[in-house]
């Protein structure tokens, strides 16, 4: 069935360092989303893609749909501190599913 | 307006007990969904629900039970918990009629098998 894979699993940097995070499908995804989920808390929409090439910015984010829109990816300028969290991807799964990747876990050193 | 809310936020059984989350939605939603999150393995889907009177299997829903009570509630029942069941459960909603795609969470349900 469709996957989504997300790598990597964990990501620790220090205040101020970029930080990436890259989704892979097995199938074409009609969309891509992205969710924030923060330590103790439930998983929270970002963000949707739709188009291919599709690149969408919310002020240090950035979100990139793939030419094949069979990848994503999400990007950090110059973390903060409450960029922390877990951010997953997720795409379509067929007959109303959305199947998410297993996430990547952002940790930011003041 | 509360959006997607779910009781017990905490729980805590021993093997062999059965017990019910309950999920209610005030954003009339027609697809509704439980979710199970451990450690390193992100968000698997249990069960779902594309409208009400309607529920299907999802990735893991041996143990479980659902049930699509009208359109704003989704319970989730285990009969005989397993520590195996150890989890945080997610209820989610989305609107299915509509062109997005967003899925909207409820705050969670944590629960402990002993």
């Known amino acids: 069935g469709q996957q989504v894979m997300q790598i990597p699993q964990y990501q620790h940097v220090q205040e101020g360092e970029d930080f990436t995070t890259y989704c892979n499908s097995s199938t074409t995804l009609s969309n891509i989303q992205w969710y924030k989920q923060r330590p103790g808390g439930h998983p929270v929409f970002l963000i949707q893609l739709v188009k291919s090439g599709e690149v969408k910015k919310q002020k240090r984010l950035t979100f990139q749909f793939g030419e094949a829109k069979k990848n994503s990816s999400l990007h950090i300028t110059a973390t903060q501190t409450t960029d922390v969290g877990t951010y997953f991807c997720?795409?379509?799964?067929?007959?109303?599913?959305?199947?998410f990747g297993k996430g990547t876990k952002l940790t930011v050193n003041p | 307006n509360a959006g997607v809310t779910q009781t017990p936020k905490f729980q805590v059984l021993k093997t062999g007990q059965s017990m019910t989350l309950q999920c209610a939605q005030d954003?009339?939603?027609?697809?509704m969904y439980w979710y199970r999150q451990d450690p390193g393995m992100g968000l698997r889907l249990i069960y779902y629900s594309a409208s009400e009177g309607t529920t299907d299997k999802g990735e893991v829903p041996n143990g479980y039970n659902v049930s699509r009570l009208n359109k704003r509630e989704f319970s989730l029942r285990l009969e005989s918990a397993a520590p195996s069941q150890t989890s945080v459960y997610f209820c989610?909603?989305?609107?299915?009629?509509?062109?997005?795609?967003?899925?909207?969470f409820g705050e969670g349900s944590w629960l402990t098998v002993v």
């Open positions: 954003m009339n939603h027609n697809s």
């Open positions: 989610a909603t989305r609107d299915s009629l509509s062109s997005g795609n967003t899925i909207y």
């Open positions: 997720a795409g379509p799964g067929g007959s109303e599913k959305l199947v």
